[in-house]
């Protein structure tokens, strides 16, 4: 199966793609409006039914695009040469889009769809999915944009920087965010086929990707970046010959080694101050928690590489059955047939062997200190909506625990912090109590944190205004309830450093 054909890049032609594809409102903001809400939403969870209804039989430039590069139906010949005037059908075949369908049609050879972000709107390239051509995934199949792609967008830091890697770059979507605040992008994948899908994808942007073939870090060997980032194949696989393998969600490496690999590997190629930031999946065996697998991981890492501050959320856990059913569908096998069943029981054999008890998937951010101050470690469970993007919410994060790390406990007390705009309180109490017997502080941006305050803690949010360093209101409160301020300070200090962390105090 493998050798299928993918777009080409030819500079006489690209230009003329791209000037055709905005011309015929072929970007998210037209097709949501040619297909209107209901299809548009269907589309999304990747149901093409109600969009191919809407675009039935139609002959407008968006509608034909739609239908041949996002469906992959067949359209007449003349309607994809009226829906790219510029490109024509000899230029969109040369491009190696299209090719020769019966009754005179012609048919996409990839899918090829907009993407945006506040300020830029582009197009991604991918191998049609399952939807489309109604097949099972080839082993090499490249992916398009899917959830994972929108976490890992949503989390990267956007600072602007020199130099930045991406690994798996795939369709070359996350080379493609990089874009907009990163000088030089490199993108390495082991796929050759990804790689011409992502030339594809950054030439139609007119970027210049510097795009490389190899495994994990190897092609950057001896290079430094200020910021990695990677969406791996990090889904956890049975090594089984009938075993069906996607080089898109499958590393070739047992359990979870190549989340490992990358923690290991990854500071080696971050300059003083760069970050990494990457998802995986990661095993914890019965008997242990996801924090206990990340101590060791992290032990390792510094004590093999260089000292790395790392900052671990997961996201959400899985028993090894809810895994199985996952991952045994991915790819079109269906429940209760028997290729989904074979998957399922060789999901369920593969984590028996190790003893493995749940799967944790995360969103992992590395920092390399600029200076040899001792590394932070921050291994935080956010299960709950978390603020979108979140980047931002990294960005001041990794900024919060890194001042944190420089400055000492009297240090932190001299601030005066604010409570932060979206934090709000809730008070719970029985029925014609004079006092609350839960007081919770919750964030409304962010990791979308829920705190349960006690009632001093309550008290220094409800006066956290800038004006007064923490001392002198932490002081004030401990006169006023008749408290110990030693006592106090000393109880207080952690909390208001986890609160400065996650930055719900400023
Ligand atoms: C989940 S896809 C991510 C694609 C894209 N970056 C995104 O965010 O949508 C993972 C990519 O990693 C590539 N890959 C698989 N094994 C690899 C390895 N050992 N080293 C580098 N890339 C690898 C696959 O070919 C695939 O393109």
Redesign the pocket.
């Known amino acids: 199966m493998t050798g299928a054909t993918t777009p080409v890049v030819r500079a006489d032609l690209i230009g003329l793609l791209r000037s055709d594809l905005t011309a015929a409102g072929f970007t998210l903001d037209g097709i949501a409006q040619r297909l209107g809400p209901v299809a548009s939403a269907a589309l999304h969870r990747e149901q093409s039914l109600p969009a191919l209804l809407a675009t039935d039989g139609a002959d407008d430039p968006c509608a034909v695009l739609v239908r041949l590069l996002t469906l992959g139906r067949p359209v007449p010949s003349d309607a994809l040469a009226a829906a790219l005037p510029s490109l024509g059908v000899e230029g969109a075949r040369a491009l190696g889009l299209v090719v020769d369908a019966p009754r005179g049609d012609v048919r996409a050879t990839c899918d090829l769809r907009p993407y945006a972000d506040d300020a830029h709107e582009w197009w991604v390239a991918s191998d049609l999915s399952e939807v489309a051509t109604g097949q099972t995934l080839r082993p090499d199949h ?2 398009g ?2 959830g ?2 929108t976490t ?1 967008a949503s989390w990267t830091i956007r600072r602007p920087v020199d130099r930045a890697l ?6 070359g ?2 080379a493609l965010r990089l874009a907009s605040h990163c000088d030089t992008i490199v993108a ?4 050759d086929r ?1 790689l011409a899908y992502a030339a594809f994808t950054g030439a139609l942007a007119g970027l210049q990707l510097d795009l490389r073939q ?3 870090l190897e092609p950057v060997a001896g290079e430094t970046f200020s910021l990695v980032v990677s ?3 990090f889904v956890i696989t049975p090594r089984t010959d009938d075993m069906p393998l996607f ?3 499958d ?2 490496r047992a359990g979870d080694a ?1 989340v490992r690999a990358l923690v290991r590997q990854v500071g080696a190629v971050l300059e003083p101050g760069g970050v990494a930031q990457f998802l995986g999946n990661w095993e914890v065996p019965a008997g242990r928690t996801w924090r206990d697998v990340w101590s060791e991981w992290l032990d390792e890492q510094a004590r093999e590489g260089v000292a790395l501050d790392a900052w671990v959320v997961q996201r959400e856990s899985q028993d090894p059955a809810e895994y199985a059913e996952l991952w045994s569908r991915d790819g079109g096998s269906l429940p209760g047939s028997a290729d989904h069943s074979m998957m399922y029981a060789a999901w369920l054999a593969d984590f028996a062997a190790r003893d493995v008890a749940e799967v944790g998937f995360g969103v992992v951010t590395l920092q390399r200190p600029e200076t040899d101050r001792p590394t932070w470690r921050s291994l935080d469970r956010a299960a709950g909506p978390v603020a979108a993007p979140m980047g931002p919410a990294i960005d001041a994060g990794l900024r919060a625990r890194t001042w944190l790390a420089e400055h000492s406990d009297d240090e932190v007390l001299d601030v005066a912090w604010s409570c932060a705009p979206d934090v709000t309180e809730e008070r719970h109490g029985r029925p014609g109590a004079d006092d609350p017997s839960v007081i919770l502080v919750r964030q409304g941006g962010g990791l979308g944190r829920v705190v349960r305050a006690g009632m001093v803690l309550a008290a220094y949010l409800g006066v956290a205004d800038g004006g007064l360093t923490a001392r002198a209101a932490l002081d004030a409160i401990s006169g006023l309830l008749d408290l110990d301020a030693e006592a106090v300070r000393a109880e207080l200090v952690p909390q208001v450093r986890d609160l400065v962390a996650d930055g719900l105090l400023r």
């Open positions: 490249v992916l944009i899917g994972a792609s890992l991406d690994i798996g770059t795939g369709s979507v996350q390495t994948d082991i796929s990804a190899g495994d994990l969406n791996p194949p080089e898109y969600r590393g070739g190549v």
